[in-house]
C-alpha cells in the first residue's frame, strides 16, 4: 500500500520557471513532510520539511504549500535554474525520529 | 564534518551469495536508518535504530535480510542467498534525533548491490 502518492513523474521547465510537485498521503498520523533532493549517484538531501501546524514554509526559492484537510502537499521552486535539474522526493513520517514514507519521486530537468 | 559514509559502493554478486553493507553514520547521531531504492522507485524503508531500544525491523522484505548495530555506531546490513530482486541501492541514514530536534536524516551516497 503506497502511503505517499507524488505526481508528476517528471516534469520540464524552463530557466524561470515554477515547476510544482505534489504529494498526497493517507495516514493522517503523519505529522512531519519532508522534501528530499537527489542528484545522480548520490545520496538524498533534505531540501525544506512542514509541520501540519503551518499552511505554507518558505525557504530561499523552495516554498512547501499544506492542505491538511485534503492531506496534500506541494513543492514550489521559485526562479528555477538548470542546477536545480535533480529528483525530488516528498516524504511523510508519524512521530519525530521515526521512519519515513516517501513519494515514487519526480524526475526535474529545468532546460535555458 | 564527515557525513554519512557507506562501503562498498558498488557490490556485485551471484546469486545465492550472502552479502554485508556498511554504514558509518555521521558521530553522534544516535538513530541509523536503513532504506532501498530500486531502479525509478522511491525509498522503501528497511530498519530502524534508536540508541538502545529495540530496533524497528517492519520494512525487512523477508527473514533473508538482517541488520545490526555495534556500540550505538556502525551498522550492518546483511542479506542471505541474494536474489535478483534484491538488486537495488541500499541507502543509510543516520539522524541526531534531540528532544528540542527536528527529524532530518542525513543520506550517506548509498550502496548499489547487483546480483546477477
Known amino acids: 500500500q503506497q502511503q505517499v502518492k507524488q505526481s508528476p513523474q517528471s516534469l520540464i521547465v524552463q530557466k524561470g520557471g515554477i515547476p510544482i510537485i505534489n504529494c498526497a498521503y493517507e495516514?493522517?498520523?503523519?505529522?512531519?513532510f519532508p522534501w528530499y533532493q537527489q542528484f545522480p549517484g548520490k545520496g538524498p538531501a533534505l531540501l525544506i520539511a512542514i509541520r501540519p501546524d503551518v499552511s505554507e514554509k518558505k525557504e530561499g526559492r523552495f516554498t512547501i504549500s499544506f492542505n491538511k484537510s485534503a492531506k496534500q502537499f506541494s513543492l514550489h521552486i521559485m526562479d528555477s535554474q538548470p542546477g536545480d535539474s535533480a529528483t525530488y522526493f516528498c516524504a511523510a513520517s508519524a512521530g519525530r525520529g521515526n521512519k519515513l514514507t516517501f513519494g515514487t519521486g519526480t524526475q526535474l530537468k529545468v532546460e535555458l | 564534518g564527515a557525513g554519512v559514509s557507506q562501503s562498498p559502493s558498488n557490490k556485485v554478486t551471484e546469486k545465492g551469495k550472502d552479502v554485508e553493507l556498511r554504514c558509518d553514520p555521521i558521530s553522534g547521531h544516535t538513530a541509523l536508518y536503513w532504506y532501498r531504492q530500486s531502479l525509478g522507485q522511491g525509498l522503501e524503508f528497511l530498519i530502524y535504530f534508536q540508541g538502545n531500544s529495540a530496533p524497528d525491523k517492519s520494512g525487512l522484505p523477508s527473514d533473508r535480510f538482517s541488520a545490526e548495530r555495534t556500540g550505538g555506531s556502525v551498522s550492518t546490513l546483511t542479506i542471505q542467498r541474494t536474489q535478483q530482486e534484491d538488486s537495488a541501492v541500499y541507502l543509510c541514514?543516520?539522524?541526531?534525533?534531540?528532544?528540542?530536534?527536528?527529524?532530518?536524516?542525513?543520506f550517506g551516497p548509498g550502496t548499489r548491490l547487483t546480483v546477477l
Open positions: 541514514a543516520s539522524s541526531p534525533r534531540g528532544s528540542g530536534g527536528n527529524n532530518e536524516q542525513f
Open positions: 495516514n493522517t498520523a503523519f505529522d512531519y
